[in-house]
Each structure stands twice: as structure tokens, then as C-alpha cells.
């Protein structure tokens, strides 16, 4: 055997994971894409849609996608009756601001962090290939919440690993990507934590939009009105972003932000939110 064809059958010498993925990573051109991914239609409306408006201004494509149907949001109409409601609410909700929309997958209370679903999630990742990712917070009341963050972090992680089989399979994809958790309801933990963003954005120029489009979601709006008081779906929203503006010290209405730990995603210093919404963004 010759020494050139021993050294070729040799396996290759790499480094851990993490860091040979990132360093290629790297040298990978760049998306322009954001995507927002929660648990149930309205999710993103209440913590994430200011900051995805934001993002398509700076010249990003927009995607949206809720992993459950909201079956569970009515207490009079049925399952089938109600998530056709809300797909067509949430669909409406996407073409607002001109994003590509990606149907649910599972029923609400059955997001699990389980394969099935991963591997669905990844082929999607893959197609879309964002370099900026919105997810839930991994901490939140909601354990739909919860899951939902955790299986996008691991599908998100599966992107460029070429031995993980996507459902539908789909070639991986050798890109950085990093991610963005939002903030939980109520602004804490299941444990009564309270949970302070890293990264504070600036959405009052987009607050008239941010209400517009939650107010697609008709058929949740009605109910909680009915419920709880007129008005009080919006209001909540509204609270919200007041109460995360008001931790910023400097915002009138804010979303907030905390980035996912690089390793596996992109360089430590690859930062793409905080990049193209300079003068919206405030970092803690
Ligand atoms: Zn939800």
C-alpha cells in the first residue's frame, strides 16, 4: 500500500463538533432570513411579530410558523371548526408583513421534544435556511412554550449535521444561524423567576401594526373580551410591551431578547439582530 493511499483511508483528524462546525460556518455566505417560530397562533403577535416588522424594514424575507393549531382555543366551537379559524387568522396574520407562512404540525398540548417532530422541524429549518431565528423562551408558564423552544434549538442544530435524517429528507445546509429567545408571559419563569431580556428592541414605531395583526386573531380576541372584559386581548399585548419598555428605561414599547449561547450556530460574536436593528436595539 502506498503512503498516499494509507493517509487517504485514514480518518480525518477534527476537532469537537462545535468548533470545526462554526469555523466552516463561517466562511458560509449570509441569508437575510428571519424566521419566527412559536407553539400556537397569536404567540408571535404577543412577543416576537415587532421585532420581525423591524427586521423586514431592514431587508430581511420574513418566514412564520406555529408548530400546534390552536384547537384549544374555544370553549364552544369544536376542534376541526376552531383550528380551521385559526389557521386562516394566522395566515392572515403572516401576509400582513409579507411572510412566508409554514402550517402547523401537531395539536396544541402535544408539542413534545420527540424525533418525529424534530426531523419534521429540521427539513424546514433546512429549506429556510434563517440566519436569524425568534424562538420562545425556554423558560415559560406554558410547557407548549417550552417545548416548542427547546425542539426548534435541537432541529435548529441538526441543520448542518449531514448524517441526521430530516422528515422529508433534505440536504443539510452549512450556514450561521443565531437564535433569539423572547419573553416568557408574565415575564418570568414557571417558578415565579422573573426573567430579564439581554437585548432590548425598540418597537413603538411599530405598535399600530403589532396591534393590527393581533387583531387577526378574531376568533381569541372575541373570547377573551367576552371573558375577561372588552378590550382585554389587546390590552394584554399592549401591557406588555409597556412593561418590557419600561425595563429598558429608554423604550415607550419594547420586545425583548435573550441570544441563544453560540456553540453549534455561528461564531461568538455573530450577531445579526443586534446588526440590522442598530438605533432600535439596546443591548444589557
Ligand atoms: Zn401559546
Known amino acids: 500500500m502506498r503512503e498516499s493511499e494509507s493517509t487517504e483511508r485514514e480518518p480525518k483528524r477534527r476537532g469537537p463538533l462545535c468548533s470545526r462546525q462554526t469555523s466552516e460556518m463561517a466562511m458560509s455566505p449570509r441569508s437575510r432570513v428571519a424566521m419566527a417560530v412559536a407553539a400556537h397562533p397569536d404567540d408571535i403577535e404577543f412577543t416576537m411579530s415587532g421585532t420581525l416588522m423591524l427586521l423586514g424594514q431592514a431587508g430581511y424575507k420574513l418566514h412564520y410558523m406555529n408548530i400546534a393549531n390552536g384547537y384549544c382555543g374555544s370553549v364552544t366551537l369544536g376542534r376541526e371548526e376552531i383550528a380551521a379559524i385559526r389557521l386562516w387568522e394566522a395566515q392572515a396574520a403572516a401576509a400582513m408583513i409579507g411572510a412566508d407562512f409554514h402550517p402547523p404540525l401537531v395539536d396544541d398540548i402535544e408539542i413534545f421534544h420527540e424525533p418525529p417532530l424534530i426531523r419534521k422541524l429540521c427539513a424546514i429549518v433546512r429549506q429556510v435556511s434563517p440566519e436569524i431565528l425568534l424562538l420562545p423562551s425556554p423558560q415559560d408558564y406554558m410547557e407548549d412554550h417550552q417545548n416548542a423552544s427547546r425542539a426548534m434549538v435541537t432541529a435548529a442544530f441538526c441543520r448542518n449535521i449531514p448524517n441526521y435524517v430530516s422528515d422529508p429528507p433534505t440536504p443539510h445546509v452549512d450556514s450561521q444561524m443565531a437564535i433569539y429567545h423572547a419573553m416568557p408571559m408574565g415575564l418570568a419563569d414557571q417558578h415565579r423567576n ?6 432590548f428592541v425598540d418597537v413603538s414605531s411599530v405598535m399600530e401594526a403589532k396591534r393590527r395583526m393581533l387583531a387577526c386573531h378574531a376568533s381569541q380576541k372575541d373570547w377573551l373580551d367576552a371573558t375577561q372584559g372588552h378590550g382585554n386581548y389587546m390590552r394584554l399585548m399592549d401591557d406588555m410591551a409597556r412593561q418590557v419598555g419600561g425595563l429598558s428605561g429608554r423604550f415607550a414599547y419594547a420586545e425583548g431578547w435573550r441570544q441563544h449561547l453560540h456553540l453549534g450556530f455561528g461564531s461568538e460574536d ?12 439596546l443591548k444589557w
Open 194 to 199: 422573573p426573567i430579564r431580556p439581554g437585548i
Open 270 to 281: 455573530f450577531d445579526p439582530l443586534g446588526d440590522a436593528l442598530q438605533g432600535y436595539a
